[in-house]
């Protein structure tokens, strides 16, 4: 009988085969679907028998470094989940973990999942009226928190179980360091179902409370062998991927994706970030992948981007879509192209330009091994439509999609309807079946009755050396119904000031055709999620209300 590693070993082999041959891997990958399968156990542990390459290599701001072995984090991690049953945690348990990018938060994530423990990320960012939120919708049971951030918690009530890691704060807390102490020999309490639930995400909420995704021990580790696959990742690569722990691209490129490639996570912890000292780390400890936001792309092209002598074989950015502009000056910089992705929490990657494949400027790739993409019209609500709401064929259901939304089963009827699951992206595909992202069904507006899609305007205003960073949305207009208003970060030597706006207003005039145009203008940071994503519905609202700081184009005619 096939055990359920030899079931995604042979998966996972397929596709590293056919890494840059998209059509053989989309014509001949087929998801393993185990009856029971526990990555950590019958994945992590097998792959770290007697294995004493480097798993997880973190680098600290101070140039302290860490580095333990596969081995070493299989190990540690029976030691955690052995401490953790003794300190009650069972089986389907909800664990909110709120650690920063150290040892112990990939220690907890392996101990939880042998466990069948649910973990709920948390970003130690979050206050305690978020943390409120998610320790009673999420029903929590246990927290396991640094030191630091404990006395968030006093105001967080609940009987939940509470571990400080880097030392117990006070009456209430215990040390987590405890648990080196545990027994190293791991006993399972029983099999793991492959559809038991495994993590619970509460998602970024840029336009509305945040939902609370529900992955199963196979939508997230088996589902990211198709974010492997997009990366390029292949065994004994050093992979950097820039994200905060707590949101859902920290577990796809931090955790499943480069472990099931048996490929090294590196980290770079820092406060503040430095372009140059970003990619002198990179250069000193032969980064060969790496993965960073579009926040992220953008400061890096500000700063002098021949610094880093030895670019990783393979660049991709996800979170949000990357401007053509950033593509092209990385490209020039550094001989790679960088390559779009597009997932969500909800998901893994759904669409990519992954290794071997023609690219496309603009174009964020072909549907990925294993989904069948379909774009929705946005009047009948039928598949096959040239411009569309991106949607997942149910007929032939992924392993890389949720659950649903715990706790709230009409929101998951609604984004399941029809047999699709509905992203609420809109993209368009070509005839030859590269999608393009116009925007979030939200977004796109409409001016003098053309659809207007911000990111489209973004991406032509960040082709000036000006601009830093854009986002587009619509003010009221008597005349057109709405315009387009751009609120602009300007990059290093640029000041606000009429000067600058007439700049910007030249630029919009010079790129974009007459509907499209710029037609109001605002400096100033962009508001953002915690996990650096625009929140749009602020702008909206602002724009609703108007600005004293407002630029129009008619007054630089």
Known sequence: MTTATELFRRARDFLLEHREDYPAACAGFTWPRPAHF?????????????????????????????????????????RVANHLRARGVAAEDRILVMLGNQAELWETAL???????????????????????????GRVKHVIARTEDAAKFAEVPGGYTRIAVGGAPGPGWEPYEDAYTASAAFVPDGPTLADDP????????????????EHTHTSYPIGHLATMYWIGLKPGDVHLNISSPGWAKHAWSNLFAPWNAEATVFIHNYTRFDAGRLMAEMDRHRVTSFCAPPT??????????AQLRTPPREVVAAGEPLNPEVIEQVRRAWGVTVRDGFGQTETAVQVSNSPGQVLKTGSMG???????????????????????????????????????????????????AGGYYRTGDIAARDADGYLTYVGR???VFKASDYKISPFELESALLEHEAVAEAAVVPAPDELRLAVPKAYVVLAEGY?????????????????LAPYKRIRRLEFGALPKTVSGKIRR???????AQGSANEYREEDFR
Do not use: C
């Open 38 to 78: 526990n990555w950590a156990l019958d994945w992590f542990d097998v792959i770290a028998s007697g294995n004493d390459r480097t798993a997880l290599h973190i680098v600290e701001e101070d140039g302290g470094a860490r580095r333990l072995s596969f081995a070493e984090l299989a190990e540690r991690s029976d």
């Open 111 to 137: 101990a939880a999942m042998k466990l069948r423990a649910v973990v709920i990320p948390a970003t130690p960012l979050l206050g305690p009226a978020d943390l409120g939120d998610r320790v009673e919708r």
């Open 198 to 213: 495994l993590m619970l995400y509460f998602t970024s909420g840029t336009t509305a409370r945040p939902k609370l995704v």
């Open 296 to 305: 992220v792309w953008r400061m890096l092209i500000q700063a002098d981007l």
């Open 366 to 416: 072909r549907p990925s091994p294993g989904y069948r993409v379909e774009l929705l019209d946005p009047v009948s609500g039928a598949p096959g439509a040239a411009e569309g709401e991106i949607a997942l064929d149910l007929s032939e259901r992924p392993v890389g999609l949720m659950t649903g939304y715990h706790g709230d089963p009409d929101r998951t009827a609604e984004a399941m």
């Open 441 to 443: 069904a939200d977004d």
């Open 495 to 511: 000041e606000p000031g009429p000067d600058t706006a007439k700049v910007v207003f030249d630029h919009s005039r010079q790129v």
């Open 537 to 543: 519905i602020e702008l909206r609202e602002a724009t």
